[in-house]
């Protein structure tokens, strides 16, 4: 399928969304805490949703049952809020959240860590961050596809960290997912070229062992297999002739 390019005036909406994103985003981290519940995370997202005139992006999604994905240490996305999941000093929180706002979508992910953290979990959480900047930089008119994931994989395994395969980033507008699919890792220089207009989701999930995951059997909780950590990051972005603009930010 092609991929859609946004007018001025979609592109405006999708700023409005990518706003509200981040806002309900800074609000949710401020609440991490030990003892703190991944299900009053989730009843806390959507109070402010609401306040902000939006809709849940995920909340009934094939059937999700959260409006909140959050997944905590060896869970790498997709982990449903749930009321015993209580949190703990240590651990290492994926908070992925999207609403829809006027008829287009924003979603954004980013780790949190939950008092202090170990300096391997530390290592993890800043070049999984890190590599998310690193697809930015390259997310340029004429560039392609292959160059966001060249550049996200090259920067994550030069520091003994692996690259999920399973789950891809994808673009974004009216839709949830829409076309082209973005991996997290590939060929610098294949792939379709970034357009004015396009607007793509960049989300590097990034394993501090293997990057196998297996889904649990609630048929959404993606965990890595050899239970260790993982990290995960997101933001929206807009190609544009005067460079990339994250609307998450």
């Known amino acids: ?8 005036a979609e592109i405006a909406l999708m700023r409005e969304a990518g706003r509200i994103v981040r806002e309900i985003l800074d609000e949710l981290e401020k609440a991490v805490a030990p003892g703190v ?13 609401a306040k902000k005139g939006a809709k ?25 809020p749930n009321r015993k999941r ?35 979990a530390k290592a993890l959480v800043d070049a999984t961050r890190q590599s998310l900047e690193k697809a930015i930089q390259v997310m340029q008119v004429g560039n392609r596809i292959g160059d966001i994931g060249h550049a996200v994989q090259s920067h994550v395994e030069a520091r003994g960290f ?21 991996p997290n890792y590939g060929q610098a ?42 990290a995960h990051f997101e933001h929206t972005i807009l190609i544009s002739e005067r460079g990339p603009e994250v609307l998450t930010r």
Not at 163 to 182: A, M, N, S, T, Y
Not at 207 to 227: F, I, P, R, S, Y
């Open 162 to 182: 692996s690259v999920v395969r399973d789950f891809v980033g994808h673009g974004i507008g009216r839709k949830l997912h829409e076309p082209p699919q973005v």
């Open 1 to 8: 399928m092609p991929m859609e390019i946004k007018s001025p």
């Open 86 to 120: 209580r949190l703990v000093a240590g651990d290492l929180l994926k908070l992925d959240f999207g609403v829809v706002y006027r008829g287009f979508f924003g979603d954004s992910a980013r780790t949190v860590a939950v008092g202090k953290v170990a300096p391997e």
């Open 37 to 49: 519940s991944t299900w009053e995370l989730d009843a806390l997202a959507e109070q402010l949703i």
């Open 189 to 230: 220089g294949s792939g379709m070229k970034l357009r004015p207009g396009m607007v793509l989701a960049v989300e590097p999930m990034v394993n501090q062992g293997t990057a196998d995951v297996a889904v649990l059997e609630d048929d959404w909780t993606a965990v890595t297999v050899d239970g260790k950590l993982s």
């Open 56 to 80: 849940p992006a995920f909340k009934g999604y094939h059937g999700f049952p959260g409006v909140l994905c959050a997944s905590v240490n060896q869970e790498v996305v997709h982990g449903i």
